[in-house]
């Protein structure tokens, strides 16, 4: 394994489906991150893990959005009650400790109708 | 990526060099990095900076950073048109990257 890959690529989803999101990280990456890509503009962070600990929240971050990262390896993020503002590209990150270089998957690209 | 600024779009002819610019906010920020997005594809990182450097050069990528002003910028020598792409300046900080809009570059021919 070369990079992050990310699962699925593409999601087309109805409003007020739950949908989850799979990212598994470069293998001997302790730091995991998830942000959110709209159109036009730049990638917007989401959270962050530590291992297995979740250690920071955004704002962004709606009680509908969670993220587990359960032994930390992979991660992933589950969308409660989908909205038609939640359609977005949700990239993953990840580097092998604080600051330094994160290295992003592919996107997975949400579609709410 | 309100506190990262850069200019949108930015045209070139082919063979000759980009300078993409960014403002930045935060003085503490330690790592300053610039990525690439192609069409449909994910971020790229193309170099990074850290904030005790004024240079940093990688065949041909340059990037210039003064602290004092928090201005970063990214020089393409020779832009070719696999150069098409959005550049995405940002700063590392808290443990995240904060990211600006992005600088849509356009090779002419």
Known sequence: ?113 | GEDVEQSLFLSVREGDSSVINCTYTDSSSTYLYWYKQEPGAGLQLLTYIFSNMDMKQDQRLTVLLNKKDKHLSLRIADTQTGDSAIYFCAEGRDDKIIFGKGTRLHILP
């Open chain 1, 1 to 113: 394994d070369t990079g992050v890959s990310q699962n699925p690529r593409h999601k087309i989803t109805k409003r007020g489906q739950n949908v989850t999101f799979r990212c598994d990280p470069i293998s001997e990456h302790n730091r995991l991150y998830w942000y959110r890509q709209t159109l036009g503009q730049g990638p917007e962070f989401l959270t962050y893990f530590q291992n297995e600990a979740q250690l920071e929240k955004s704002r962004l971050l709606s009680d509908r959005f969670s993220a587990e990262r359960p032994k930390g390896s992979f991660s992933t993020l589950e969308i409660q009650r989908t909205e038609q503002g939640d359609s977005a590209m949700y990239l993953c990150a990840s580097s092998l400790d604080r600051g330094g270089e994160q290295y992003f998957g592919p996107g997975t690209r949400l579609t709410v109708t």
